[in-house]
Structure formats: structure tokens, C-alpha cells
């Protein structure tokens, strides 16, 4: 029996009142007083995109569930090519006055071509995979009972199958606290179980025994192009409890007449941090594995578990179940567009939360395009950090779905961003402050790359400090916002110094830039001044700035020439059909590829918060004519952010649609296509990529419950497909903590948890009230919105 923590139990208390207030509206099939949350399928996986993910943030795995030959691919997440590296140079800058003169004559094409030749840098590395754990079963034969399944709630991976009579069960966790890979086996029949264990890889590393209860794997990133790799890594396998025999053979170790063996692996590298390789892989890996030692199986699972639910169980969502449920997960994927799950968007809402917990965590990097999941040696864009959306985008659902403290990896990597940024900031453009362009890696490399129609866009710095404002409002933390002001000061300082006047329109705007990876013409040819995007996330960051030092009550000055230079950026245009102009001109309906992927000039939409029906209501109907415009396909991530979209215009029906075609099941996995949902739930862009995955959660946040603009809106976009069910534990900024629920399609009860003590001004439909709170307080409200009851917790 576990000890239930006190988030669960005030889930359980606002549950329970809810309930009880509601008549006990229809719930979904629960097991242990808690509805089951789990991927599971009935035959073991045959490629990577149908394995089951664990994860600590650091240390991440897929479990293929074989029964005979068992993969279980790893990956660490400091393990990159390359190394430390200041690809900016100082003659960089001198070019600029001249691309921007080609740019302001409309002379694109020119400019293209100098930005490629003098000013684009070095190409990034790749986040790269460590190695294959591979278990070879002795002795089966006619496999029976077989399933597989991952337990959101415990994140653990089970595989289950019989043989002969016998009963054999793995499971695989990833340990935060023993920062381990943990394998379990088990037989039903005493001294029946009987492998052999392997490491391998598909980087040309070294695997070797070490004794009869250790293989080690070691080796160092492969180089690339002309860069040398410099990190080193090494990952050993341990056999922990076992009650068999072990041999050694080659490579290999053989386990037999066991029936119940523990394995434990473990894996490091050189990296100390972006500047610095000189860490001791083997000694990281020696001193967890006699940490480790000093535990039992037992005692590591429970911890494993406690570690967990403390994040996770903070926040419940409940869709009632119907006759697809009891599915394997692939077939309810496939059924979904034919009939309603509703309990299917809530497993796949928790899945993100999950993905979010097991890719980013403490001291680990940030999730990248794959969260810390991949297993190609050559990834799909290198499987790095894309800053034009899909970073972004990772950390979108971090503060509302209650996960605040998974996003510290990313503060931590905006810091290091801003150090390195102020050097690309000095050689590119002789500026003050830090930039970042449209990718970055492990390296923290600013510079524009890959070409200027992608490279050139100098505003991904500017993007990511809106994360931290978020948090702050949130939380509203004042000693994180003071740590973290010079920063945000640092992006905007970089803006004061390099913004233009435009020769025709006389706004200042920023040149040289693109509207991420959208052409305006022919030949690849994206390069422009003053895009949309750039203006609308140059808005937030000086208002963000502006408002930080009020707070702080410092640089009353600088403060003062952002209010000035805020004041000359280019409003929002309204074009020729209508839409929200993506560029200075009305080039949008003339454009190459009209139905582009990107829609970033409806950031100022979501995730900002530019635009509303009361206060800009031309610009609000501009961005959903854009937003008709571009249509409704896409790859994943896209329409993970045209779910937000759809939700923010207050249209839940549009943005569940986006949402069934994004959870149409595929299993293609190379490039190009339609988005859609393989079968263990990743997103396929094509090929998998987290963010999209990550969006959609997001987007389901903003279909139940928004927070902008000093208002908390309850199931504004709620879908006609989702009419019944409750949220318990979702965030609003302001310092609120809400449980929602709702029958038919209308709101039943909120119950409103004040950790600060502010004014709450809550609307639902046509009804609003400015609720007084004090900080530890709860509210129970009705559907009108009066007060039913009140709580100090």
C-alpha cells in the first residue's frame, strides 16, 4: 500500500466534492478509485514509431516488448556530436549595411545570395543515440496471453506472455533519483528464466564484459563533416538481484535458472556544459552504480513511483468511456475517426504530460524535436532545438497542465543561450544585448545557418524569453523574475540597437528577417523586413520588459526608451482578402505555397495575446480568416497550433476537427505527408517529432480553460464531441488552481484554489464576476458563478 500525497489528495477532495455537488455525473472506468491511463497493445512492437517511451529527463529508452528478442533502444541526453564551439565571426557584421539596403530596394534574391556567402555559419550537430540493450529468451515456444503496456500513472513499461505454462513479466522504468534504466524479469516458475544480455549500438562503439555481472559499451560521437566530435561517453549494464547462474561468452553474458533478475543501466558522457568536456563518464557511471547497490528492487520501483505521481497526479482529466475503451491503443487510434473516445483525448492529453515529465526534468536539457528519444545515428533535422516554433511549442502545456517545474531545463538553457547570443550578437551585428536564430544544440550555437530562406530570422531569442515572463505570471515568482530580468532585458537591448526605419512606412523593423520558413516568392526566396511575427513577439518582449522593471523598480530609463520604441513598430495589417498580413506588403494570397505549414504571423493569436474580440476585434477576425486560409491540414506540429488557434478563436468544434485529423493514425516514418499519430501516440510530422504532441495538449488546455489578459475563462472552446467530463489540477495565471466540470455541454461546478491571494475575474459564457480570493483559499462555485463554498486549505 503507497501513502497517497497531498496533491492527490486535494485531487481526491475536489474530486469528490464535485462529484457530489454534480449528482455524480457519469465518470470513466476507474481501478483503484482512479480511472486507468494506459497505452497497451496485444503484440510486441515491429518498428521504433510502435515501442513504449520511459524517461527521467536525462536518461530515456523505448521498449519494443519482443517476447524472444527484446529491444530496448537508449538514448542520454547529453550525447550530441561535436563540441564546444564560437562559430560567429567579427567580420560578419560588415556586411550587413549591405544586405539591408538590397532588402529595403526589394533586390531579395540578392540578398539571399551575400547573406549565403558571407554571413550564414557553420552547420549544427545532431543529438545522437547511445546504444540497444538486447535480451535474448531461451527455451519459449508457443507464445500465449502476450500484452504489452505502459502505466502513465506509474511510468512503467509491462510486457506480459506465457509459454509452456509459464508466466513471464518485464518491466522497464527510468529512475530519477538512481538516474538508471531499470529491467526487471520475472517467471512464474522458479529457476525458469533463462537470456542472454548484449549491448549494441549503430555508432561503431566498443562493447565488452567486464565480469560476470557487467557489459560496458564505450566510445566517443562520431565526427561530422569537418567538426570533431569531442564528447566521450559510457554506458554499463548491471546485473543487480539475481537468483540464477551467470556465464560470460564473448561479448555476451548468459543468465540462467533465475526467476528473478534485475538489470540495471546506466550511461554518461564527458559533458559538463556548453563550454566545458572535461567530466569522467566512467566515474559518473561507477559512483551511481554504487549508489545504487545499497537498494533493493523493491525500494527503487516505490521510490520510482512516489517520484512520479508527486508531478503527475497533480492534475486529473476525466472523459467518460464508451465501447472502443477497452481497446488495444492502435485499435482505438483507428476507430477514433469513425466514432468518438473521449476517454482517448484524455489519455492522450495525460500522454503529453507524460512525455513532458520523462524528457525534461531537474538538471537534464531541454526536450528536443524528439523529446530524448531517437535512434537514428543521422536524425531528421538532427533532431536539435528549433527556435521559429518548435521549442516553443515543447513547453507550451508546462505551466497550465501543471508541469511548472519541467520547463526548468529550458530557463536554464535560455541563460546559457543569452551568454553565447551576446557574442553572435557583437560579431553579426555589433550590437549589445543577444540574439538567437532559428536553431540552436547541445553547443548553444546563435548564429543564422542553414540558409538564409531558414537562417536568417533573428527573433528566437526574443520567443523564448516569453517563456519566462509566462512563468512568472503563473507563478508570479518575483525572486525567478529578478534572476531572470537581465535576460529578458539583455533580448530587448539587442532590438533597441538593430531595429531600422523603413524607408517607406517608417516603422522600425527588423532587417534582415524572414516569416519563418514561408517564401514570399519564387526560388526559395523568404528574406523581407519587418514580418508580422517579428513585430508581434517584439510587442510582447518590450511590454514584458517594460512591465518587469515596474515590478523590480529598476532601469526607469531604458524602461522609458522601450515605451518609445514600442511605439514606432508596425501595427497589424489587414490585407487584400482580408486576412492578417503575414508580411509589411500584401503579398499573401501571392505566395508559392498558400497553404504553408508555419502560421506564424498568428503568434500575436496564441501563444500571444495581441488579439481579442473586445479590444481588436478587425485583427481577430483577420487572423481567422488566415487561419481559413491556410486550411486545416498540416504536419504534426502544425496542427497541434491550429488546435490552439481554433480554441483561442473560441470555435472548439473547428479545433477538435484539427485535432481528430492530427490523431489519424500512420505508420509512415519517413519525410514529407500529412501529419498524424503513430501507434504508440508520438506525433508524426513526418517523421516523429515531440512538439506536436505537445501542442495538441496545449491545445486541449486552451479548449477548457484560458487566462489571458487578466481573465479566467472557463470551457470557452469547448467541443460539442467532449460535453461531458471534469479537469482537475489545470493552472491559471494570476496564481490560480482550478477543477472544472461540466455535463452536456455546459459548466456543472469550478472549484478555484487562490495560492496568491488575487482577484480572480472569472467568465464563463455570458456570465463574469470579479472574485476577492485570499492566498490558500478555496472556492466552489456553481454554474452562475455564485459562491457555494469556501475552504482554507
Not at 73 to 99: C, H, M, R
Amino acid at each position: 500500500m503507497r501513502f497517497l500525497n497531498l496533491s492527490s489528495f486535494t485531487n481526491a477532495i475536489t474530486l469528490l466534492c464535485l462529484c457530489l455537488f454534480l449528482g455524480c455525473a457519469e465518470k470513466p472506468k476507474e481501478t483503484g478509485g482512479k480511472a486507468e491511463l494506459k497505452l497497451w497493445y496485444d503484440r510486441p512492437a515491429e518498428i521504433w514509431e510502435e515501442a513504449l517511451p520511459v524517461g527521467n529527463g536525462s536518461l530515456g529508452a523505448m521498449v519494443f516488448g519482443r517476447p524472444v528478442t527484446e529491444r530496448i533502444q537508449f538514448n542520454e541526453d547529453t550525447f550530441w556530436a561535436g563540441g564546444p564551439i564560437t562559430p560567429s565571426k567579427p567580420e560578419t557584421k560588415g556586411y550587413l549595411p549591405e544586405v539591408r539596403k538590397l532588402v529595403f530596394d526589394g533586390r531579395y534574391k540578392e540578398a539571399d545570395a551575400l547573406i549565403n556567402k558571407h554571413i550564414i555559419g557553420p552547420k549544427m550537430m545532431p543529438y545522437l543515440p547511445m546504444g540497444d540493450v538486447v535480451i535474448e529468451m531461451k527455451g519459449l515456444d508457443d507464445i500465449t496471453d502476450f500484452r504489452r503496456e505502459l502505466d502513465l500513472r506509474t511510468a512503467i513499461s509491462k510486457v506480459g506472455f506465457s509459454s509452456k505454462g509459464i508466466a513471464y513479466k518485464r518491466e522497464v522504468f527510468s529512475a530519477v533519483e538512481e538516474n538508471a534504466i531499470v529491467i526487471r524479469l520475472e517467471a512464474s516458475k522458479e529457476k525458469s528464466l533463462n537470456f542472454s544480455i548484449a549491448l549494441d549500438n549503430q555508432i561503431g562503439a566498443k562493447s565488452r564484459v567486464l565480469d560476470a555481472n557487467n557489459l560496458e559499451l564505450s566510445g566517443t560521437a562520431p565526427d561530422r563533416g569537418n567538426r570533431k566530435s569531442e564528447l566521450r561517453f559510457v554506458s554499463r549494464l548491471n546485473i543487480g538481484e539475481n537468483d540464477g547462474q551467470t556465464t560470460v561468452n564473448d561479448s555476451t553474458i548468459t543468465v540462467s535458472g533465475a526467476s528473478k533478475v534485475t538489470l540495471l543501466l546506466f550511461a554518461a558522457t564527458n559533458f559538463k556544459n556548453y563550454k566545458d568536456v572535461s567530466g569522467d563518464p566512467d566515474f559518473k557511471c561507477k559512483t551511481l552504480l554504487d549508489m545504487v547497490h545499497l537498494k533493493s528492487f523493491g525500494q527503487i520501483r516505490a521510490q520510482h513511483i512516489t517520484n512520479h505521481q508527486r508531478l503527475f497526479e497533480r492534475l486529473d482529466f476525466d472523459m467518460p468511456t464508451n465501447s472502443n475503451s477497452g481497446l488495444p491503443t492502435n485499435e482505438r487510434l483507428e476507430k477514433f475517426q469513425e466514432e468518438t473516445d473521449p476517454s482517448l483525448v484524455a489519455l492522450y492529453y495525460q500522454f503529453g504530460r507524460y512525455l513532458l515529465m520523462s524528457s525534461s526534468r531537474g538538471n537534464s536539457q531541454p526536450a528536443n524535436l524528439q523529446g530524448i528519444w531517437n535512434p537514428h545515428p543521422n536524425p531528421p533535422w538532427d533532431s536539435k532545438y528549433t527556435t521559429n516554433i518548435n521549442l516553443e511549442m515543447n513547453y507550451w502545456p508546462a505551466e497550465a497542465s501543471n508541469l511548472a517545474e519541467c520547463a526548468i531545463p529550458l530557463f536554464t538553457s535560455i541563460r546559457e543561450l543569452a551568454e553565447a547570443g551576446a557574442v553572435t550578437a557583437k560579431n553579426n551585428y555589433g550590437a549589445d544585448g543577444w540574439v538567437l536564430h532559428h536553431n540552436t544544440d547541445i553547443w548553444k550555437t546563435t548564429t543564422p545557418l542553414d540558409g538564409a530562406a531558414w537562417g536568417i530570422w533573428p527573433t528566437g531569442g526574443a520567443w523564448l524569453t516569453t517563456h519566462l515572463w509566462e512563468h512568472y505570471l503563473f507563478s508570479e515568482d518575483e525572486a525567478f523574475l529578478r534572476l531572470h530580468y537581465p535576460v529578458i532585458k539583455g533580448a530587448a537591448e539587442f532590438f533597441v540597437n538593430t531595429l531600422v526605419a523603413h524607408p517607406e512606412y517608417g516603422y522600425l523593423v527588423t532587417n534582415p528577417s524572414i516569416s519563418p520558413e514561408n517564401r514570399h516568392m519564387e526560388g526559395n526566396i523568404s528574406v523581407c523586413a519587418g514580418p508580422a511575427m517579428d513585430t508581434q513577439l517584439l510587442r510582447d518582449l518590450f511590454a514584458q520588459c517594460i512591465k518587469a522593471s515596474e515590478i523590480l523598480n529598476v532601469d526607469s530609463d531604458f524602461r522609458e526608451l522601450l515605451v518609445e520604441t514600442r511605439s514606432k513598430l508596425a501595427p497589424d495589417k489587414i490585407g487584400s482578402e482580408g486576412q492578417l498580413q503575414e508580411w509589411l506588403d500584401d503579398w499573401d494570397m501571392k505566395v508559392p505555397e498558400l497553404q504553408h505549414r508555419h502560421v506564424s504571423h498568428l503568434y500575436g493569436l496564441y501563444p500571444g495575446a495581441q488579439f481579442t474580440p473586445e479590444r481588436t476585434p478587425k485583427e481577430w477576425n483577420a487572423a481567422r480568416t488566415s487561419l481559413e486560409i491556410r486550411g486545416d491540414g498540416g504536419t504534426g506540429w502544425s496542427l497541434g497550433w491550429k488546435i490552439a488557434l481554433w480554441a483561442r478563436l473560441n470555435d472548439g468544434d473547428h479545433a477538435f476537427k484539427v485535432l481528430k485529423t492530427l490523431l489519424k493514425p500512420t505508420s509512415y516514418t519517413g519525410h514529407g505527408g500529412p501529419g498524424g499519430t503513430y501507434p504508440n501516440l508520438f506525433d508524426a510530422c513526418p517523421p516523429f517529432q515531440i512538439d506536436g504532441n505537445f501542442g495538441a495538449l496545449a491545445g486541449i488546455n486552451e479548449m477548457l480553460l484560458q487566462s489571458q489578459n487578466n481573465r479566467v475563462l472557463l470551457l470557452p472552446a469547448l467541443p460539442a464531441e467532449l460535453k461531458d467530463g471534469s479537469i482537475q489540477g489545470i493552472r491559471a495565471r494570476g496564481g490560480f488552481e482550478l477543477s472544472i466540470a461540466w455535463k452536456d455541454g455546459k459548466l456543472k461546478a469550478v472549484k478555484i484554489l487562490s495560492k496568491k491571494g488575487n482577484t480572480c475575474n472569472l467568465v464563463y459564457g455570458d456570465k463574469s464576476i470579479e472574485l476577492e480570493t485570499e492566498a490558500g483559499q478555496s472556492y466552489l462555485l456553481d454554474r452562475e458563478l455564485n459562491i457555494k463554498t469556501k475552504n482554507k486549505l
